[in-house]
């Protein structure tokens, strides 16, 4: 149970920190330009790779994800070119938004939010335009949808001057992403979902394409200039100060993420998704997302028992968990369940049944 003054998150980030992991962001500080800083950027390095199933290099950013899409934007779309952005939530209405406030051209595939993105729509765009680079969201944590990346970066990848750029910020480490074997250029995450770190942190995989592509921009701005973050990780570096106590806690959750596996870790999500579709269905609710593309991170649960998720969160928070109550236009019509990072099937299992507590006290 939770005590009085922490109540277990069971929200789609920030998410529930281990002890172990909020204590190693307590080691003396050192200088970001210490060799001591270098050996731990090296470790990174190799671990960061290992999870995000790369050759190439990852960059850690001192920011959030969505200082990651400003980067994406600015860097790899060139002037007088376009982007397709797929847009289907929250998170990838935000992403096309920051494209368009940094002066870029877009277009845009809208569906419906619960719904994915299939190549076909995809193929098709590209067939009527050409565009620098496809912006899609791995997982969109507002709807609950995992979209298809490795069928939708097949259909790009014919087209060599269009990059594929996927936000996996809610996806990294808890739903499959194969970087490399798919083909992904960018691949872009936050620390603080199912990596199950505290936020302020984020990384991105980066191919030489990437890189090529930013030689050609201009105007790539400062914090975010890729070039010159490429030119501070070969020498094992930042260009400006880092996140340090949080790379602490990144190299020892990566030891633990790695010794779990990386398969064995998506797995393990997949059993926290199945179990809690069962017992979603099972009490007469629905899933907001759609059959066949539901996310193995979170769920979004679809309210069709109409009851108030105030007081659901209310009395969850009484069992000693922090609940969801939905995002953005479909907050209170879906609330969602978070199954990510280092939750435990038992973990969830005491959440469904205080939910249980709570359908009961309805009647």
Same mark, same amino acid.
């Given at each position: 149970?939770? =005590? ?17 992991? #909020? ?20 470790? #990174? ?7 995000? #199933? ?42 096309? /938004? ?35 680079? *496809? ?25 060599? /001057?269009? %990059? ?12 499959? %992403? ?31 394409? *990437? #890189? ?33 106590? %949080? ?61 108030? *998720? ?49 359908? =009961?006290?309805?009647?």
């Amino acid at each position: 149970m939770g =005590s009085d003054n922490h109540k277990r998150l069971v929200i789609p980030g920030p998410v529930e920190v281990r002890r172990e992991i #909020l204590e190693a962001q307590t080691a003396w500080m050192i200088g970001h330009r210490s060799t001591a800083f270098a050996d731990l950027f090296a470790r #990174l390095q190799g671990k960061l790779k290992q999870a995000f #199933l790369t050759t190439n290099r990852v960059f850690v950013s001192g920011s959030s994800g969505t200082g990651l899409w400003e980067g994406a934007s600015r860097n790899c779309i060139r002037d007088g070119k376009k982007a397709l952005h797929l847009v289907g939530g929250a998170f990838s209405e935000r992403w096309a /938004e920051i494209s368009q406030l940094n002066g870029k051209q877009i277009d845009v595939i809208d569906v419906e939010w619960g719904q994915a993105h299939t190549p076909e729509m995809v193929e098709a765009a590209l067939k009527k335009d050409r565009y620098d680079a *496809v912006c899609v969201v791995h997982n969109e944590t507002s709807t609950g949808v995992t979209n298809p990346i490795r069928d939708i970066a097949a259909v790009v990848r014919p087209y060599e /001057e269009t %990059l594929i750029l996927v936000d996996t910020v809610s996806g990294f480490l808890g739903a499959e %992403l194969r970087t490399d074997e798919w083909g992904i250029d960018m691949a872009l995450t936050s620390s603080q979902k199912a990596f199950a770190l505290p936020p302020g942190i984020a990384f991105a995989a980066i191919s030489d394409r *990437v #890189l090529e592509r930013a030689a050609q921009v201009p105007n790539r701005g400062y914090y975010f200039d890729f070039l010159e973050i490429e030119a501070s990780l070969k020498k094992h570096n930042t260009p400006s100060t880092p996140p340090i106590s %949080l790379m602490f806690a990144a190299d020892v959750q990566l030891d633990a993420i790695l010794t779990e596996g990386i398969e064995n870790r998506w797995a393990r999500h997949m059993q926290m998704r199945d179990l809690t579709l069962a017992w979603t269905f099972s009490r007469d609710l629905g899933a907001f997302a759609q059959d066949g593309y539901r996310s193995p991170t979170v769920t979004a649960v679809a309210n069709t028992r109409g009851f108030d *998720v105030d007081a659901m969160a209310k009395f969850m928070s009484g069992k000693g968990f922090s609940m969801d109550k939905g995002y953005g236009k479909i907050k209170g019509k879906t609330f969602r369940i978070a199954h990510m990072g280092d939750m435990t099937v038992n973990t969830l299992e005491e959440v469904l049944a205080g939910l249980d507590e709570f359908l =009961s006290s309805l009647n």
